[in-house]
């Protein structure tokens, strides 16, 4: 699976941006795509994910619950997150991942996109 990310960039404390993620090469059946993050000198963390069965069950981390809307188009295997009244501590690279469970686990997410990176500063 390849994943190809876009959409990062700066943006002033309380304002809002939009990532998207494409992937190739997706097999078939239920997966999970989502997004992580990780700021400088801090682990990765996840921000969002969502499952393409039972409608759509999404998780959101505590810190962006609330401000951050994940959604996905199973017809052409991209996700989305937008972000909203970002904050300063939500600057970071953020990384689109595939995996075949719903979880928080880094590890358990086996495909990684390369990196965007969002900057939040006035």
């Known amino acids: 699976v390849q994943l190809q990310a876009s959409g990062g960039g700066l943006a002033q404390p309380g304002g809002s941006l939009t990532l998207s993620c494409e992937a190739s090469?997706?097999?078939?059946?239920?997966?999970?795509m989502g997004w992580f993050r990780q700021a400088p000198g801090k682990e990765r963390e996840i921000v969002a994910a969502?499952?393409?069965?039972?409608?759509?069950?999404?998780y959101y981390g505590d810190s962006v619950r609330g401000r951050f809307t994940i959604s996905r188009d199973n017809a052409k295997n991209t996700v989305s997150l937008q972000m909203n009244t970002l904050k300063p501590e939500d600057t970071a690279i953020y990384y689109c991942?595939?995996?075949?469970?719903?979880?928080?686990?880094?590890?358990?997410?086996?495909?990684w996109g390369q990196g965007t990176q969002v900057t939040v500063s006035s």
């Open positions: 991942v595939v995996g075949p469970k719903l979880t928080t686990a880094a590890s358990d997410y086996t495909s």
């Open positions: 969502m499952t393409n069965w039972s409608g759509g069950v999404r």
């Open positions: 090469g997706l097999p078939f059946g239920r997966s999970v």
